[in-house]
């Protein structure tokens, strides 16, 4: 992506000079002066400020300062003073910058093999230095909020179908409402559009959080151990984290971590095992197996929680593998739990996990009645 970015940073200074060549020479050559200064101011202050951040130190805040008065000057002259001139300068800056995130990537890939090698060699020191064995890392609280797969099933059922119910019920009242009330013809559009496409939403939801409490209760196929990583996705607007799933603990190998087998798209509500970048955190866990080599997983249960998997990723494999490349997490939390079965749990009642199905009805009512005016009043 930074040779891309470079790429169309360079692109756009080029097209600026021959744009300009309309006002005559000295206007073009300005225009190239304004780009190649740009850029060569750009260098001289990122560098040192890359070199810091590869050595683990943070950027120097001069040198901060410096990046956002050079961009804060960009923009006043491409909006204030001459448009070419500011769109070069800020083209050279974008350019110079992603060329020091490409160098500064490739610095930081050929530092992997001294990092994994001092910690291996950290490792061995360990392995041999005498002890009361070797540390069985255990999540904080791990034990005292873990719930069984089943019962964390029926509660999840009974909350999806309060939401399915809500948006059922208050979508034939606010139908039904439009119609007794003669409302204006765009709120009445905006009513039947927006609560039928929520209440597919949440009946969708709720289908799949039955099929996996289906699955669970026939109990046909035996779950397997595996090591798995819940991570949060970084990416703008992807509320579901990823789940990647190895049979093996996976190791840096290569400088990197080796692709996970599978990787899926999980509910975000289930975010026990979720862990971020930076500090990923590694699961040995029980996945369930569908009647197929190639079944999806309906849950996945690791002392510190349950993932409810929705779907196969797209492109998954190598998106989570590019997030994981420069993780180093600690060695995985380890199982202490059986494998999960439907026998050996204690039917409990519900109690209040579906929620009050009347709140539930009135707040989307309310929902829907706001946005039928609002939509009323902006067309």
């Known amino acids: ?109 050929a530092n992997r093999d001294v990092v994994d090698a001092a910690e291996a060699a950290l490792a061995l020191d ?44 208050a979508s034939a009242l606010g139908i039904a409402a439009c119609v007794v009330l003669r409302a204006p013809a765009e709120a009445t559009i905006a009513v039947v559009s927006v609560g039928p496409l929520f209440f597919l939403w949440d009946l969708r939801r709720l289908w799949a959080v039955w099929l996996a409490l289906r699955d669970f209760r026939k109990g046909a196929t035996s779950p397997r151990r595996a090591f798995v990583v819940l991570l949060h996705d970084p990416a703008p607007r992807m509320v579901r984290p990823l789940l990647g799933v190895w049979s093996q603990a996976p190791a840096p190998r290569g400088g990197r971590l080796p692709k996970p087998e599978q990787v899926y798209r999980c509910d975000e509500d289930r975010d026990d095992l979720e862990s971020f970048k930076g500090d990923v955190v590694v699961h040995e866990a029980w996945v369930d197996t569908g009647p197929r080599r190639w079944s999806k997983p309906r849950w996945v249960v690791a002392d510190a929680g349950v993932a409810l998997p929705h779907r196969r990723a797209v492109l998954g494999r190598w998106y989570l593998s590019s997030l994981l490349a420069g993780e180093r997490p600690e060695i995985p939390w380890q199982l202490t739990q059986p494998p999960p079965h439907p026998d050996d749990e204690v039917i409990m009642e519900l109690g209040g996990a579906g929620g009050s199905l009347a709140a539930a009805v009135a707040s989307r009512l309310a929902g829907l009645a706001a946005f039928g005016l609002l939509f009323w009043w902006l067309a």
């Open 1 to 109: 992506m930074s040779v891309a970015l470079l790429l169309v940073a360079v692109g756009s200074g080029v097209a600026l000079v021959f744009g300009a060549a309309a006002r005559g020479s000295l206007g073009a050559a300005l225009v190239g002066v304004a780009f190649v200064a740009a850029f060569g101011f750009e260098l001289a202050v990122s560098v040192p400020g890359m070199r810091h951040w590869i050595a683990g130190h943070p950027v120097p805040v001069r040198i901060q300062l410096l990046q956002g008065a050079a961009f804060v000057v960009g923009l006043a002259i491409l909006f204030w003073v001459d448009g070419p001139v500011g769109g070069a300068l800020l083209a050279g800056l974008f350019g110079s910058v992603f060329a020091v995130n490409l160098w500064g990537i490739r610095t930081a890939r």
């Open 126 to 169: 360990q392995a041999v230095a005498p002890d009361d064995g070797p540390p069985v890392p255990v999540p904080s609280g791990a034990v005292a909020d873990r719930a069984p797969v089943g019962r964390v099933l029926r509660d999840l059922v009974a909350v999806e179908r309060r939401r399915a119910l809500g948006w059922l019920l």
